[in-house]
């Protein structure tokens, strides 16, 4: 019997002197899809060295991880694809607390369809909800009583943990740029007594497969360093707060690509993403009546759009904050260039895989991890499992 690979290094803080050595793999990013692919790789391939590298100082500090809506759901999802995200489900579900709770996902209609309830119906055990819409405006229900909610940050902490505990490094505060031929320019970030983030130290780090798993910046990453043109794109996206009354028990509501995610007793706005941002772009916050607000004008837009059907929205329970920092935000990566795009992954040359997340992550991320994993751990001399 193979006795357990022992637990991999940490490098928190340039005060822990940091060599580059003998790796297979380099995962660059730690947010969920960057640490998935860690895990199943340590696990599918465990004599494969891997590092993991991150510029924050903790998986999924920051970005679409941990702002993401964690809404795990069937609705709207073809049913080639219903496979792959009850596989995602019984991941998320083996990994540890990540706040699952099971709750219904209620998209809203304004007309009659196969499948449809009559509004009143379909939300008569949550009253609270009801309150929340206009009955006449949207009088048709679609429920996936299967659905659940969770919290990505949680998991991507997780697989990186479990990553580290099966023999993964785990480089942290570094920023890492692709310099071709399996090579990773690595910056070891520290901060000075003035607040101002600057490099420590650089290395040259090699492997041969490298992992680009930083979300949105990903495909201007590959075609700044690699000159390798992607068809993904991205788009920023702010999730305001709306201070109307939730519970455990309290659906998912969806209307025309709005998103009412109940959180913290009360719900987060996922506005629908139906733009791309050019690289370059600087989020602004909006005017309402001339009065300037935290809210980026196109998710304004799209909020004053719906406020006949979901009055809520025009009450003084929707938060639209000061200054853009108000609302929380971040950049996610479009796959395929349209919002709909599931993860994917891709080889990006003969060293270097892209693997990009996406709006539909929360259902069926890790099984996309998962897949490239598998793919490369036959190149690594691992093994391969059935999806």
Known sequence: MTPPAPPGRVWAHVGQPFEPAAYDVLVIGAGRMGSAAALFLRQLAPEARLLLIEEGGLPNEDGATILAPGVWTLAGLPEAHHAAAHWTREAAQTLGDVSWQARPHVTLHPTPGLGR??????????????????????????????????????????????????????????????????????????????????????????APTVILATGADAPHHAEHALGVHTRHARAYRQMPHLAAPSNDTSPVLRAAGLTLRPQHGAYTLIPPLHWRDPHGYQPAGGQLTGVPTGLRRETLEDLVAQMDELPVLASEALHMGRSLSDVPGAWLALPGGTPAGRPTFEPLDDHTWLLLGGPQADTLGLHTAYKLASTLAQTLGGQTAAL
């Not at 991507?156 to 505060?173: E, F, I, K, Y």
């Not at 890492?176 to 901060?191: D, I, N, P, S």
């Open 117 to 206: 309830l009559p509004v009143e119906e379909a939300l008569r055990e949550h009253p609270q909800s009801l309150a929340l819409l206009d009955p006449a405006a949207l009088p048709w229900a679609e429920v996936d009583p299967q659905a659940a909610t969770y919290r990505p940050g949680s998991l991507a902490l997780r697989t990186a943990q479990q990553a580290v505990a099966l023999g993964a490094d785990l480089l942290l505060n570094t920023r890492a740029a692709l310099c071709g031929g399996g090579e990773v320019q690595l910056e070891r970030l520290t901060v000075t007594n003035t607040h101002q983030i600057v490099t420590h130290e650089t290395h040259r780090q090699g």
